[in-house]
């Protein structure tokens, strides 16, 4: 594995498929101005990556063949572990759904080669590494529609009162994303301590016993409500 120099800019190439990680691989190292190695797509394989060179810039392969909606989850935990790397997602399509969750989750970039040339992706790691934003004017336009919404469960008993404070629906929403207590924690600036008593009142008030059965109530009875992103440990 190279040595990444004081002026180059650390690749991580990041997918399951073996064939398409080595390829674009190879042709990033023609870059002069990168530093490449590669990994699979698991969360395991990713640490054990960064583990052994410098990354400044993760490219991740987040396409819908390989349950692109799931795998936001460990571009999530990845941004909580290690926040200083940019993130840039290659997916197949850019619905807004996609835009909104991938930003959400800790994406600095979305590039789709269907959309793009080869070389627009070298500037896009060189803009996201310079600490700026890659996405299209769609996209934007997604994003900044998005932000002022958040998952939420909007939860009333039979007299139109609610049943969660706007704390409470943030922790649901963020468990619904898949995320345990110490990331949830680390997400609203709040201890983990703190988190399993908000999970363990959640459950009291929604008549639920496990996380399983709060996720599936999320997915049930979940809404969007303004965003309300209090920063901890406001409760």
């Given at each position: 594995?190279?040595?990444?120099?004081?002026?180059?800019i650390g690749?991580?190439?990041?997918?399951?498929?073996?064939?398409?990680?080595?390829?674009?691989?190879?042709?990033?190292?023609?870059?002069?101005?990168?530093?490449?190695?590669?990994?699979?797509?698991?969360?395991?394989?990713?640490?054990?990556?960064?583990?052994?060179?410098?990354?400044?810039?993760?490219?991740?392969?987040?396409?819908?063949?390989?349950?692109?909606?799931?795998?936001?989850?460990?571009?999530?935990?990845?941004?909580?572990?290690?926040?200083?790397?940019?993130?840039?997602?290659?997916?197949?399509?850019?619905?807004?759904?996609?835009?909104?969750?991938?930003?959400?989750?800790?994406?600095?970039?979305?590039?789709?080669?269907?959309?793009?040339?080869?070389?627009?992706?070298?500037?896009?790691?060189?803009?996201?590494?310079?600490?700026?934003?890659?996405?299209?004017?769609?996209?934007?336009?997604?994003?900044l529609e998005?932000?002022?919404?958040?998952?939420?469960?909007?939860?009333?008993?039979?007299?139109?009162?609610?049943?969660?404070?706007?704390?409470?629906?943030?922790?649901?929403?963020?468990?619904a994303d898949?995320?345990?207590?110490?990331?949830?924690?680390?997400?609203?600036?709040?201890?983990?301590?703190?988190?399993?008593?908000?999970?363990?009142?959640?459950?009291?008030?929604?008549?639920?016993?496990?996380?399983?059965?709060?996720?599936?109530?999320?997915?049930?009875?979940?809404?969007?409500?303004?965003?309300?992103?209090?920063?901890?440990?406001?409760?």
């Amino acid at each position: 594995m190279e040595t990444v120099t004081a002026s180059s800019i650390g690749v991580l190439v990041a997918d399951s498929n073996q064939m398409q990680r080595q390829l674009l691989a190879r042709a990033l190292r023609r870059r002069p101005e990168f530093d490449v190695s590669s990994c699979g797509g698991e969360m395991e394989d990713i640490l054990g990556a960064l583990s052994s060179s410098p990354v400044h810039v993760a490219i991740l392969n987040a396409d819908h063949s390989r349950d692109g909606w799931q795998y936001m989850s460990t571009v999530r935990r990845l941004h909580l572990t290690h926040p200083e790397i940019a993130k840039v997602l290659l997916v197949d399509a850019h619905d807004r759904e996609l835009v909104i969750n991938a930003f959400r989750s800790g994406a600095r970039g979305l590039f789709c080669f269907s959309d793009y040339p080869f070389r627009l992706l070298c500037k896009c790691i060189q803009a996201v590494h310079q600490g700026q934003v890659w996405a299209n004017n769609e996209q934007m336009h997604c994003l900044l529609e998005g932000i002022t919404q958040v998952p939420s469960l909007r939860v009333v008993n039979a007299n139109g009162r609610k049943l969660l404070t706007p704390r409470e629906e943030q922790v649901v929403a963020l468990v619904a994303d898949g995320l345990c207590n110490r990331e949830v924690a680390q997400e609203l600036r709040l201890s983990e301590h703190t988190v399993k008593k908000y999970v363990f009142r959640i459950f009291d008030k929604l008549g639920v016993s496990s996380r399983v059965e709060l996720v599936l109530y999320a997915v049930n009875h979940g809404g969007r409500l303004q965003a309300e992103w209090m920063a901890g440990p406001t409760v």
